[in-house]
């Protein structure tokens, strides 16, 4: 498991690539697929809110990870961005169950709300796309101490994965009285 590591740590760059490209392509590919017919069992209907709850974590941790390295604390700061690399994949687990069994929700507002829910839906589908490569570099160039590189990944990264975050429990709470 030690060689693993290393050796994903020795090829971050296609690491990182490797896993981006098949994130992305699955979450494409999901959303092409039909969903199961029938009636979904209780615990896949719940996934939606698992998801929010999970979005909720990864929001603190990043917010707390932040506070942290203000603070100069680096390892709180580290114990605060595992703690959210965990929630997104638990996320992005239950994420793609749920889009894999269930059929996609259709918003029912109109007017305002609904411009306001599809420019939330819309920009949090691209960012959550592009943060997955920024988060990784962000995440591999932190592990291994390059500070200067770290500090040019972060300056983008944070911003958007707390904005991923935020707008994925957003999307939800305006979804939410929609899903049968």
Known sequence: MKSLWNTILKHDKWTVIIITIVVNLLIVVLSFLPGYEGELPTVIKQLPMLNAILN?????????????????????????????????????????????????????????????????????????????????MAFFTGYKREKERHRKWVRWTMPLWLYVSLTGVLVYLLISPYYT
């Open 56 to 136: 909720s974590f990864t929001f603190v941790f990043l917010l707390s990870a932040l506070i942290a390295i203000k603070k100069g604390n680096v390892n709180l700061h580290q114990r605060f961005i595992y703690g959210a690399f965990t929630t997104t994949s638990i996320f992005l687990i239950s994420y793609v169950t749920y889009h894999f069994a269930a059929e996609s929700t259709t918003f029912g507002g109109d007017g305002t709300i609904a411009f306001i829910y599809y420019f939330i839906l819309i920009t949090h589908i691209i960012l959550a796309a592009v943060i997955v490569p920024l988060a990784l």
